[in-house]
């Protein structure tokens, strides 16, 4: 006989790690773009595609990590 796995709960301490990277990836998106919206141009051309990627990556791991209970 083979054991069976019992779905693994989420704590507390996991949703709040959930969260904190997906506010991580927004407030790095919001402040490239703060940077990118100066009329002086002062800032380096990696800001924006860097606060791109924080973001798709804060919201990607905390959506897919929250909902992973559902999936079972």
Request: charged letters at 15%.
């Amino acid at each position: 006989m083979q054991k069976q796995k019992l779905p693994q709960r989420m704590t507390l301490l996991d949703r709040v790690l959930c969260l904190t990277a997906a506010l991580f990836g927004i407030g790095a998106f919001l402040f490239a773009l703060s940077d990118v919206s100066d009329p002086r141009n002062a800032y380096p051309g990696w800001v924006l595609p860097f606060g791109i990627i924080c973001l798709i990556a804060g919201l990607t791991t905390g959506s897919l990590v929250t909902w992973r209970g559902r999936w079972r």
